[in-house]
């Protein structure tokens, strides 16, 4: 990942009409490999969530990312305002991390309380994945909640 080449993916979904499912797994889009190595920052995620704005995507698979709860919170901003039907946020760890020191996962619930209210209210989401996203008692209420309203989500990955 470098900000220059996310840049470039934006301009490009910007003027593409015909590309309908993009995949960007294990790219690191914040920061952070798989072993939270690296510096966090949610440039990348943010870039990608204003590219995907008015773009012709239909699917969109982010696995592997380290979106984390940031991350996460950012793409559900935008969410609402892109054609997307099918969303893999797997192994994201958007509902909390595992701390290789402490050997414990910390749960960071934001990035799901995000989501959660996007689905609340979102009408074109089909399909979500959240495998992997380390989800505990606080974040799996929220996503509860959002499926008591939502009429539109017929895939759910947990």
Known sequence: YTASG??????MLTVNTSLRSISLANNELCGLNYRREGTY??????KLCEGMKGSAITSLNLRDNELGPQ??????????????????L????????YDRNKRE???????LAAISAMLKVNTTLTSISLAGSYIQAEGAGYVSEALKTNESLTYLNL
């Open 71 to 88: 991350g996460g919170a950012a793409l559900a901003a935008i969410l609402n305002q892109t054609k997307i039907t099918d969303l893999n």
């Open 6 to 11: 996310i840049e470039k993916i934006c301009e």
């Open 105 to 111: 996962i910390v749960p960071t619930p934001e990035g």
């Open 41 to 46: 920052t949610a440039e990348g995620i943010t």
């Open 90 to 97: 797997d192994f994201n760890e958007i509902g909390g991390y």
